[in-house]
Structure formats: structure tokens, C-alpha cells
């Protein structure tokens, strides 16, 4: 039992020094990824839609 909590502390002091850490990514870079994303979901989006769109007119037109 005592070796589990030694094993906790030591994740836990582990992810303090992670977290105060200032090596990782600061906020303009976690902006920029975020910015990057929603550029390739609206491209995707936009794609589906557009994709959509055509099938729609195409039983449309097999309809009439």
C-alpha cells in the first residue's frame, strides 16, 4: 500500500513540475493550432457541404 502512494506522489510531483514548466507550448501557440484546426474543419465542412449539395441535385434531376 505504501509503494502505490509513493508511486501517486511521485506522478503528482511529476505533473507539478510539468505544469510549471515553461518549455511547452504558451498560449499563441496553442492559438495557432487552434486557429489551424477550424480553417481545416470549415475546408471540410465547406467540401461535404459542397459534395451534398450535388447529390441532392442529382436525384433531383433523376427525379423530374
Do not use: H
Not at 513540475?17 to 498560449?27: H, I, N, Q, V, Y
Not at 487552434?34 to 465547406?46: E, G, K
Not at 461535404?48 to 450535388?54: E, K, L, P, T
Amino acid at each position: 500500500m505504501q509503494e502505490r502512494e509513493d508511486n501517486m506522489k511521485k506522478i503528482a510531483s511529476s505533473i507539478k513540475r510539468f505544469l510549471k514548466s515553461e518549455d511547452g507550448p504558451t498560449a499563441v501557440e496553442y492559438a495557432v493550432m487552434l486557429a489551424l484546426i477550424v480553417v481545416v474543419c470549415l475546408t471540410a465542412i465547406q467540401a461535404i457541404g459542397s459534395n451534398a449539395n450535388a447529390k441532392f441535385n442529382e436525384v433531383k434531376a433523376a427525379l423530374t
